[in-house]
């Protein structure tokens, strides 16, 4: 059985920082591309970061470019998300996900979408104050 957890998330202040923590089992972790997603009240959820299951491509929506950087510690089974500078329209609860096996994402549309993703977590909340 597959089970994916978030944790790390909490309020914070606009500019600050945090540091979500993804840990997936019952699947080869180092097989799966994983995503994270985020949804704000009456908004529809929303591709934030993409990482092959290598590691070595990863993509970004634009909102969060050059602010967020998605990472993953194979050995260890898990994702991470680390945000910097963080704005009040980042607030939203935010999903840790996994593809297919073997899914190759060619470009951020792909990557981003979330009905691209099959199994996914309960979620973990993010509020940032302005």
């Known amino acids: 059985q597959v089970q994916v957890v978030e944790s790390g998330g909490g309020l914070v202040q606009a500019g600050g920082s945090l540091r979500l923590s993804c840990t997936a089992s019952?699947?080869?972790?180092?097989?799966?591309?994983m995503g994270w997603f985020r949804q704000a009240p009456g908004k529809e959820r929303e591709g934030v970061s993409c990482?092959?299951?290598?590691?070595?491509?990863?993509y970004y929506a634009d909102s969060v470019k050059g602010r967020f950087t998605i990472s993953r510690g194979n050995a260890k089974n898990t994702l991470y998300l680390q945000m910097n500078s963080l704005k009040p329209e980042d607030t939203g609860m935010y999903y840790c996900?996994?593809?297919?096996?073997?899914?190759?994402?060619?470009?951020?549309?792909?990557?981003?979408?979330?009905?691209?993703?099959?199994?996914w977590g309960q979620g973990t909340q993010v509020t940032v104050s302005s």
């Open positions: 990482i092959s299951w290598s590691g070595v491509r990863t």
């Open positions: 019952g699947l080869i972790f180092d097989g799966y591309s």
């Open positions: 996900a996994a593809a297919a096996p073997g899914v190759y994402f060619p470009n951020a549309d792909t990557a981003l979408n979330p009905f691209r993703y099959t199994y």
